[in-house]
Every structure is written in structure tokens, then in C-alpha cells.
């Protein structure tokens, strides 16, 4: 009997364990806000909480929103063999030889971040105070996503190699358990990037590169851990849950030397650089003056909006953990 209910609470645990993906992306933001230019963190270190709180819509809009889903990944190698050099980089290249439709099911997260920088930047020029920071929370979203090895691999949660869980242990567990503790995430300041689409595609390029490391390390790890080893029940917000043990998690992040810290790393810098570059494209409009804007009551109304589908709905489309 207690086995069963064991077992009950871990099932009704699982919607939750999707959102400790959270953890990773809020830091992204946050940390990101540090490497920008005097100028900009004048207006955007004012909102911080802001710009880490909401860098989670994107996931919570999965819930609500059926187009949502394909912006947070790309199924590059449905392309054929790396570099992938069968997928036109550019979007209407690409439509025409693919079809959208089909570009769609495969994920588009590429090309949906170079849709998000055209809005940053035109926000910017129209001094726009809400609409920059909302937009600059998500874009910061999209672009942690393309840093992440299992978003450019059509096995995205180990599901082809017997190896579910793998998409949320490697972006959440271990950022959550390690990033703390043991991670650096002060790392200069932002650039300017001065072709941001071919930029955001050689990040999907090292992360389909890396995702096969992912999965082949864990599985060799998995060889050498007995299950009670490898697994550990945890009380997370007064609910017992099954997760992957410290001592496995450690253990793999050891073995993948550091790759998830420097892709988390990376994706800090990338946010950075793409605020900074939006912002440069707009003309450097003088941003002190709203400094004090803070989101409307309709966002508001909005953002409530989101939190309810999210907590009371399903994900619509592919579920990554």
C-alpha cells in the first residue's frame, strides 16, 4: 500500500518537475543584465526581477499557445549529417525548399530568435519601456534554448535510446544542484554582434554537435550506477519526488567536463550581446528616462492569464521532459 501511494505521489510530482527548468533560464537573465554598458543597465537593472521572472512565459505559453512549442527547438538533424548543410539558413530559403509546415514540425528556434531581435529593436526605436522588457525577457528564453544540446536533436528527451529524463536532468537538475556552489557565471561584458542570425546558428551547430556526448555519457554512467544509486526521493515544495541522485548528477557533470556550466555561460554572454545589439540597431535611444516604467495592468491581466493555463492546463505539442 505505501509503495502505491509512493509511487501516486511521484506521478502527480511530474507536472511540477517541468518547471524546475525554470531555475536555469531566470539566472540566464539575471546574470545577463551585468554585462551590459552603463547606459543600458541604468534601465535594466531597475527590473531585474522582472526580466528573470518572465524569462519562463515562453514555457508556461507552451501550455496555452499550440504554435509555442516549435520556437524552442530545431530537429537539425533530420537534415541529414552535420553541418547540416542541406537546410538553408536563411527563413524564406529555407520555406521555399522545405515548406513551412514541414519547417515547423522540426522546430524553428533559429529563425524565431532573429524574429524576436527584429521586435527588441523596434521596441527600442519606439522607446517602448514594457514592450522592451517583455521582449527582452523572452528572446533571453529562446536564446538559452538554442545553447541547449538536446534542443537540436530529434532524440530531445532520450526517448529513441531508452534514456528518458535526460532533456530535464541535463538543463535542470544539475544547473539547479551545481550552478551555486560551483559555477562562475561573471564573465566580462556584451559585444555587438554584427550578423546575429549566422551568430544564433553556430550555437545550434555546437549544441547539435554536443548532443550526442550528452546522451553517450549518461548512458555509460548509467552502466556503472545500480538504480538505487542512480535515483534519489526528494522532498521539493513539501512533495516527495523521484529524482536523479547527487551523487549521479555530480558524477555526470564531471564526466561531460563542464559543458553544461559552459553552455550556461555562453548563454549569458549571447542574451547580453543580443540586448546590447538590439539596442545598438535602434540607434542607442536614451533608455534613463524609463527607468521607472514598470508593465501595464493589461500585461498584468495578461501575465495572470499565462500563470492560470499553465498551472491548471497540458503542454500543447511535443513534451520535451
Known sequence: MKKTVLVLVVLLATKYVYAWGFFAHQKINYYAVFLLPPEMIAFYKPHIDFLSEHAVDPDKRRYAVAQEGT???????????????????????????????????????????????RRLVNAFKEKDGPKILKLSAEIGHYIADAHVPLHASSNHNGQLTGQQGIHGFWESRIPELLSASSWDFF??????????????????????AAADTVLTRERELTASFSPDQKFAFEKRNETLVKQYSSAFSSAYDMLLNGMIERRMRLSIYSVASFWFTAWVEAGQPK??????IVSSDEDGKAFEELNRSWRNGNIIGRKED
Do not use: C
Open 71 to 117: 520556437r524552442h527547438f530545431i530537429d537539425i538533424d533530420r537534415y541529414g549529417p552535420y553541418p547540416y548543410s542541406a537546410l538553408p539558413r536563411k527563413w524564406d530559403e529555407a520555406v521555399a525548399k522545405f515548406s513551412e509546415d514541414s519547417l515547423m514540425a522540426a522546430g524553428i528556434v533559429p529563425w524565431w530568435i532573429e524574429r524576436m531581435e
Open 187 to 208: 564573465i566580462g561584458k556584451a559585444d555587438f554582434i554584427e550578423q546575429p542570425l549566422p551568430y544564433i546558428w553556430n550555437r545550434v551547430l555546437e549544441s547539435a
Open 287 to 292: 533608455l534613463a528616462e524609463m527607468t521607472g
